[in-house]
């Protein structure tokens, strides 16, 4: 069983497509504060059907953590080589 960083169980919250701030909030191990604030800046795709409740898709939740990956130091040189012509 994988867990969040909350210790919340990633499979089962995955399975379920829709999720509500909380669940949201617990998914991604962030505050409902900041969750809001994401939403207000539009940072996080979420959903508001009706105009008021919002909702988040599970698969949305999870771009948005693999959305700003950070480099390994293999891959930096790798793309330097590449880049002075060194990798060919």
């Known amino acids: 069983m994988t867990k969040t960083t909350n210790g919340g169980d990633i ?3 995955t399975a379920k497509t829709m999720l509500t701030v909380n669940e ?3 998914f991604l191990g962030m505050s409902k504060a ?5 939403t207000s800046q ?3 795709k979420h959903y508001k059907p009706g105009g008021k409740t919002l909702y988040f898709k599970a698969e949305d939740l999870l771009e948005y953590m693999t959305s700003n990956p950070i480099a390994t130091m293999a891959e930096i040189e790798d793309r330097a080589e590449r880049m002075l012509g ?3």
Do not use: Q
């Not at 900041?34 to 994401?38: A, D, N």
């Open 34 to 38: 900041y969750l809001y604030k994401l």
């Open 86 to 88: 060194k990798g060919a």
């Open 42 to 44: 539009r940072k996080i």
């Open 24 to 26: 949201a909030s617990k």
């Open 11 to 13: 499979t089962a919250t």
